[in-house]
């Protein structure tokens, strides 16, 4: 005879004790916290290169109009003050 608590029963385990999951949840497995960790540092990494890749295309496309209207170097000089502040701006909404 199968109860409810037996997996090849019909019904499957009983899980009514069990803490309910949150989706996305990281399940109680050894090393699972490393998971987390290495979320982070992800996010940590992505937000770095973003910066600098913000920073890397306003800074040439600054360049290219400086040499297109011939006023060296002041578009290229303004075009990474405001990527540096922009960014910066973003990073603190981001992460604060």
Known sequence: MSTSNDPS????????????????SIPNTPGAEW???QR???????AGIQFGLTIC??????????????TDPWLLVTGVLLSFF???VSLIKKYS
Do not use: I
């Not at 295309?57 to 011939?70: C, H, I, N, Q, T």
């Open 40 to 46: 982070e540092v992800g996010k940590a990494a992505g």
């Open 86 to 88: 922009g960014g910066t």
């Open 9 to 24: 029963g019909p019904l499957g385990p009983d899980h009514a004790g069990d803490p309910p999951q949150s989706e996305g």
């Open 35 to 37: 998971v987390g960790e």
């Open 57 to 70: 295309v306003f800074a040439l496309a600054g360049l290219w109009l400086d040499g297109r209207l011939g």
